[in-house]
């Protein structure tokens, strides 16, 4: 096996390692000797890769959460994209599959489920990678699919509350 794919197999095993850590224990519960010695790396190996804890807690959310995320919506828009005139209910009942039943693994979905569960309790720079790159941009497709359904009277901002508490029950399931 060459260095260069040696590298790459060592930061990836980093990755895996560390988001499953942090998933089940948290940020600040998980420490770096911890991380390399279930990588089977060498401690400077964070460093060397990611230059602190931190950093890789971020990359985890950039290389993991983020791009799951992103077939999630990806699932719930293409089943979407199926429907004729999709009623309010078949939007939720897709938001609901594309969660509970979509592309993730079942290990994918807990780690997933578990990393946002800590982010919303103990916030950190990741919450606003999350916010600005998948929720905002997911609740606004899921706004313009519901509000043309609504009457007219109905508040955008009670749509986005609506929509959250509906997000949210489906994530407890």
């Known amino acids: 096996m060459n260095e260069c794919h040696k590298q790459n197999d060592a930061r990836e095993r980093i990755l895996d390692e560390a988001e499953a850590l942090f998933a089940r224990n948290g940020f600040r519960a998980v420490t770096v000797r911890r991380i390399t010695s279930a990588a089977g790396c060498n401690l400077a190996a964070i460093n060397y890769y990611f230059g602190s804890k931190k950093n890789l807690y ?4 950039q290389e993991r959460w983020i ?3 992103h077939r999630v919506h990806k699932f ?3 089943l979407l994209e199926g429907q004729k005139n999709p009623s309010a209910h078949t939007v939720v009942h ?3 599959e594309s969660f509970l039943v979509g592309p993730l693994t079942d290990d994918e979905r807990e780690r997933h489920h578990q990393l946002m569960s800590r982010e ?3 916030p950190s ?16 497709e899921l706004s313009n699919h519901l509000q043309p359904l609504l009457p007219e009277e109905a508040e955008p901002e009670r749509l ?6 509906t997000f949210s029950m489906i994530l407890y399931f």
């Not at 720079?125 to 606004?140: G, N, W």
């Not at 986005?160 to 508490?165: E, G, T």
């Open 120 to 122: 919303l309790t103990q």
């Open 76 to 78: 719930f828009h293409n």
């Open 125 to 140: 720079e990741a919450l606003a990678l999350v916010t600005e790159q998948v929720m905002r941009p997911f609740f606004q």
């Open 94 to 96: 897709t938001l609901a």
């Open 67 to 69: 791009p799951r995320a």
């Open 160 to 165: 986005v509350l609506d929509l959250m508490c």
């Open 58 to 61: 971020l990359e985890v959310f």
